[in-house]
């Protein structure tokens, strides 16, 4: 196992969140997930991402699936998902984050609007006054803003970010990041990307599949990182048919029927997301239970 020296390195899982029939969260049960995927594993997690469908929760529920992770696996465990509309709004919850013990927050750079170099540095700024470790998190797809490796290296110049979770999926930034910014940590974001990113030198994975299948996926991470391409390369290849619903518009439903599948709880989403089509459900379900049948876990 590689040395996780700092709180957000390593396995960290954007954590699916269990909801009951009537849509209410299941907050024990959230507990026992997060207690779960560090059994078997994993080194923390990553609550209130979009994963997690912070979008949908009460400033209520949001503040206690934070409190919930904390008391399960530690503070220093858990990246908390600061994303709001607004820098004031994202500051409260990296503040409630460092309230709550965690030991770094997941900020998305302002995403209500195409926001320019100048509106996204101010929102960085604004954010690390909370004086919580921030990684940002680089998702152009679904925020019309793109965190360059050149934006990223001037953030990082300037003491506001930590690390990075990158969604491009384009593999050719990590170099660049490196060559500009090399002290900033890349985290994979973006499971189907997992192999390229760190070969690339990444440090840790925010990660979507491990909340069903986690001993496969935190084997095939620790394999990839220490350059053992002899066991992680099939494990790759078993495993992508799933990684790559990570990256598609429906990888929240995907997840959880991976997860109910694999014997956990994944149950439903609250809309907007609706449940996948029995087209989408059969590729799934497909995938999954071929990785089950293959002994993944």
Known sequence: M????KPWHGVMVATALPLRDDLSVDFDGYAEHCRWLVANGCDGVVPNGSLGEYQTLTPQ????VIETAVAAVGGTNVMA???AYGAAESRRWAEQAGEAGCGSVLLLPPNAYRADE????????EVARAGVPIVAY???YDTKVDLTPALLARLHDEGLIVGIKEFSGDPRRAYEIAELAPELDVLIGSDDVLLELAVAGAVGWIAGYPNALPASSVALYRAAVAGDLDTALPLYRKLHPLLRWDS????????KLSMDLAG????PCRQPRLPLTGEQAAVVR?????ALAEGLR
Request: aromatic fraction near 8%.
């Open 81 to 83: 998902g600061a994303g």
């Open 286 to 290: 497909a995938a999954t239970e071929k």
């Open 61 to 64: 529920e949001r503040t206690r």
């Open 264 to 267: 956990r709880y994944g149950g």
């Open 138 to 140: 680089n998702n152009p």
């Open 248 to 255: 598609k518009t429906e990888f929240v439903q995907a997840i």
């Open 118 to 125: 100048r509106a996204v540095v101010a929102h960085y700024r």
């Open 2 to 5: 590689e040395h996780r020296s």
